[in-house]
Nanobody
Framework: QVQLVESGGGLVQAGGSLRLSCAAS????????MGWFRQAPGKEREFVAA????????YYADSVKGRFTISRDNAKNTGYLQLNSLKPEDTALYYC?????????????????WGQGTQVTVSS
């Protein structure tokens, strides 16, 4: 079992940047694929980005491709999501999650452990 805690959210103007962190504790972080998801008010939770266990394969939603970058530092048990060129439609609660199977990591399926979320608000 792994516990996840997100941080780094905040209020930013359109075009700005934020860096989200996901600190993991419990079992060894490197045995999990990691994903970021977001949920805006009144909308379903959606996939944003994912990275495999070793950190050499990444996936992105089309809406964030070229603007967001997912990464991880297994030595620090921490994952990251760099958010650049932010838009008002990126406003949401952002969650990190861990997938122990390492398969279908670009979908919500298989993500067993979830953090509590960090709010990102982008003003126009």
């Amino acid at each position: 079992q792994v516990q996840l805690v997100e941080s780094g959210g905040g209020l930013v103007q359109a075009g700005g940047s934020l860096r989200l962190s996901c600190a993991a504790s419990g079992r060894t972080f490197s045995i999990y694929a990691m994903g970021w998801f977001r949920q805006a008010p009144g909308k379903e939770r959606e996939f944003v980005a994912a990275i495999n266990m070793s950190g050499d394969i990444t996936y992105y939603a089309d809406s964030v491709k070229g603007r967001f970058t997912i990464s991880r530092d297994n030595a620090k048990n921490t994952g990251y999501l760099q958010l650049n060129s932010l838009k008002p439609e990126d406003t949401a609660l952002y969650y990190c999650a861990a997938n122990p199977s390492g398969v279908r990591i670009a979908t919500m399926t298989g993500y067993v452990y979830w953090g509590q979320g960090t709010q990102v608000t982008v003003s126009s």
